[in-house]
């Protein structure tokens, strides 16, 4: 079985400043596929980012991108130019191929955007 | 509709009570699942329909709980005997298959609080 850790319940950050968000995981798959969710007070998650473990290259969307150390199963998330809309709970999700899209969610992290 | 519609929004009952709690995928998407994310916690998969089967419902936690798909389309998710422990926040999801790394849309869920 996967399991998915978030060591950080809470973080904040100042407004325009970048924050990392912590992810570690473990499996002993060799392929599979990781994500960042956001969920605001509206309960909706909404896809962040995703990532191949095939994939050397880490993930790049607009100012959200990814650190993953596949050997350290390690996967973080930096957001740049921090915005009052990203204040919102950010979970991290494991995916194993050939699982029907089955999500393995860490705990969440708490992240406030602060003016 | 455009997105992935859950009633209702809140639902309170009482221990011991039955509860149905309705999940309408966006159009055209066959995959259909249900998560539930109690509090302080991620999402936990519950059950998930490819069409009208449940292809996988290992993630219901014991027989009071049950969901339908009849037509492919709307989904129910059905609890008899409400106990305390059932309250959470039921989230549904819904993507257009179950291959690749498509990604899964979320609803904004069915908060169920159990007195």
């Known amino acids: 079985a996967q399991t998915v850790t978030q060591s950080q319940p809470e973080m904040s950050v100042q407004e325009a400043e970048t924050v990392t968000l912590s992810c570690t995981y473990d499996t002993s798959e060799n392929n599979y596929y990781l994500f960042w969710y956001k969920q605001p007070p509206s309960r909706q998650m909404i896809l962040v980012i995703r990532q191949e473990a095939y994939k050397q290259q880490n993930a790049t969307e607009n100012r959200f991108s990814v650190n993953f150390q596949k050997a350290a199963k390690s996967f973080s998330l930096k957001i740049s130019d921090s915005q009052l809309g990203d204040t919102a709970m950010y979970f991290c999700?494991?995916?194993?191929?050939?699982?029907?899209?089955?999500?393995?969610f860490g705990s969440g992290t708490q992240l406030t955007v602060l003016p | 509709g455009a997105g992935v519609s859950q009633t209702p929004s809140n639902k309170v009952t009482e221990k011991g009570k039955y509860v149905e709690l309705r999940c309408d995928p966006i159009s055209g998407h066959t995959a259909l699942y249900w998560y539930r994310q109690s509090l302080g916690q991620g999402p936990e998969f519950l059950i998930y329909f490819q069409g009208t089967g449940a292809a996988d419902d290992s993630g219901l936690p014991n027989d009071r709980f049950f969901a339908v798909r009849p037509e492919g389309s709307v989904s129910t998710l059905k609890i008899q005997r409400t106990e305390r422990g059932d309250s959470a926040v039921y989230l549904c999801?819904?993507?257009?298959?179950?291959?690749?790394?498509?990604?899964?849309?979320f609803g904004e869920g069915s908060r169920l609080t159990v007195l």
């Open positions: 999801a819904s993507s257009l298959g179950t291959s690749g790394t498509g990604e899964l849309f």
């Open positions: 999700a494991f995916m194993k191929p050939g699982s029907a899209r089955q999500l393995t």
